[in-house]
């Protein structure tokens, strides 16, 4: 008999964003004060939460494609937060936070987060950090590309987080 009955999608939403908190505790600068999120789903939710638990995080940049959702969502997160949450039309401005999280692209828009839409923009100054929970295949490896070799970037991937999750320390 279940002892139980959990709705998944939430479960995996505070798990992923609890690994990405992890993650942003051990390895990104200590006095990282913005976060950038790409994508205006439930994750976001959860990743704004997690990053701002453990870095002081002041200012959440929000870009979606839909930018009334983006809008929608920085509304309720500033209230709900008392940070300074904004959704802005510029992946740009998301993508030059000192933290940065892409949650749930969609392979079509990968490739332009990577390149065009960050200019590089992924393109660290020293010390940013990404997370970069995007599934996997082509959009993952996209963002990855645009951020790799580039300074001392922190890069989470999802395959880093599933053999962490099938083989913890």
Same mark, same amino acid.
């Not at 913005?34 to 997690?50: E, R």
């Given at each position: ?5 959990? =709705?998944? /999608?939430?479960?995996? *939403?505070? %798990?992923? $964003?609890?690994?990405? +908190? #992890? ?7 200590a ?36 930018? =009334?959702? /983006?809008?929608?969502? *920085?509304? %309720?997160q $500033?209230?709900?937060? +008392? #940070? ?8 740009e ?34 010390g ?31 395959a ?10």
């Open positions: 008999t279940p002892v139980a009955l959990v =709705e998944g /999608a939430s479960v995996t *939403a505070i %798990r992923t $964003a609890a690994a990405s +908190g #992890l993650a942003t505790r051990e390895l990104a600068r006095d990282a004060a913005s976060h950038g999120i790409f994508w205006t789903g439930v994750q976001a939710v959860t990743h704004i939460d997690a990053v701002a638990a453990v870095r002081p995080i002041r200012k959440v940049v929000i870009w979606g494609r839909d930018a =009334e959702k /983006a809008r929608a969502l *920085a509304a %309720r $500033a209230e709900r937060t +008392g #940070l300074t949450v904004t959704a802005s039309p510029d992946p401005e998301a993508a030059s936070c000192d933290v940065v999280t892409t949650v749930r692209i969609p392979a079509s828009s990968a490739s332009r987060i990577s390149s065009e839409s960050t200019n590089g923009a992924i393109h660290q100054p020293q940013r950090h990404v997370l970069a929970q995007s599934g996997i295949g082509p959009r993952r490896e996209a963002i990855v590309a645009g951020a790799s070799g580039l300074g001392d970037a922190s890069v989470l991937c999802r880093q987080q599933d053999r962490f999750d099938a083989h913890p320390p």
